[in-house]
């Protein structure tokens, strides 16, 4: 999960294993989610969204899932490979008139070893 | 296809001095964000506009003044740097869904 603090939490895994980052979020309102990826040096980029109304999401080697009871946020990454490597993002949209403003968390750094 | 360019993408200026950091996008997204990140704090809205001639204050504005008189171009100026803000600033656009776009970055050091 993600937390606040100078350390943010790490995941370390073998490439072709799953890899499962999760964010906790705090707004009951918020009706959309999207996960970011961020590579050093560089500026955060889309991986995959879910709308408040979905429980799971499926892309290319990814999935979201969703559990507004616990509000929580989940991102599984199949058969991870060492370039997934990189701090990974949940941000939430509060929804109403926030005009599409995203309330990011603190982060995952996930690490894959050859 | 360029999408957003930040310039510069380094600068070390010194405490007391203006710097303006600019902002580029190559589509016509109406929204766009300025954010800076610090180990610690993630990624925290500074200013949003939503139109051209349309902005408004984020979670940190203290210290920083945008402008946007063209829907291409969001610039960010600090009006008088502090140390404090050294960081690495991210401008966003977004277009019709809530996705935004991130460019490459400004790392500012504040001497």
């Known amino acids: 999960g993600e937390s606040v603090g100078l350390h943010l939490p790490t995941l370390s895994v073998q490439e072709g294993d799953n890899s499962i980052i999760n964010c906790a979020y705090s707004?009951?309102?918020?009706?959309?989610f999207i996960w970011y990826k961020q590579e050093s040096g560089k500026g955060p980029q889309f991986i995959i969204d879910?709308?408040?109304?979905?429980d799971k999401r499926q892309g290319q080697r990814v999935t979201v899932l969703l559990n507004k009871t616990v509000k929580h946020l989940s991102l599984q990454i199949a058969a991870t490979q060492p370039g997934d490597s990189a701090v990974y993002f949940c941000?939430?949209?509060?929804?109403?008139?926030?005009?599409?403003?995203?309330?990011f968390g603190q982060g995952t750094i996930l690490t894959v070893h050859p | 296809d360029a999408g957003i360019t930040q310039s510069p993408r380094y600068k070390i200026t010194e405490t007391g001095r203006q710097v303006t950091l600019m902002c580029h996008q190559t589509w016509s997204h109406s929204y766009m964000f300025w954010y800076r990140q610090d180990l610690g704090h993630g990624l925290r809205l500074i200013y949003y506009?939503?139109?051209?001639?349309?902005?408004d204050k984020g979670e940190v504005p203290d210290g920083y003044v945008v402008s946007r008189s063209k829907t291409e171009n969001f610039p960010l100026t600090l009006e008088s740097a502090t140390r404090s803000q050294t960081s690495v600033y991210f401008c966003?656009?977004?277009?019709?869904?809530?996705?935004?776009?991130f460019g490459p970055g400004t790392r500012l050091t504040v001497t």
């Open positions: 879910i709308r408040s109304n979905m």
């Open positions: 966003a656009a977004r277009g019709d869904s809530y996705e935004q776009y």
């Open positions: 506009s939503a139109a051209a001639d349309i902005t």
């Open positions: 707004n009951s309102a918020s009706d959309y």
């Open positions: 941000a939430e949209n509060a929804g109403g008139t926030s005009y599409g403003k995203l309330t």
